[in-house]
């Protein structure tokens, strides 16, 4: 997926991450993984 972080970098993360997925600008936890599925905390721009 194609997202954006509330600082304005975008980055592309798969929705099933297993790892917390962080912001490389900002370092913000955008995506979490709880119990398998990725919790989104970011704005989805695209689903690829
Ligand atoms: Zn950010």
């Known amino acids: 997926m194609h997202v954006e972080c509330d600082c304005g970098a975008d980055a592309i993360v798969y929705g099933d ?8 600008k900002c370092g913000k936890v955008i995506i979490n993984p709880q119990g398998g599925r990725g919790r989104i905390d970011c704005k989805i721009i695209e689903v690829l």
């Not at 991450?17 to 490389?24: F, L, N, R, S």
């Open 17 to 24: 991450a297993k790892m917390p997925v962080k912001c490389v």
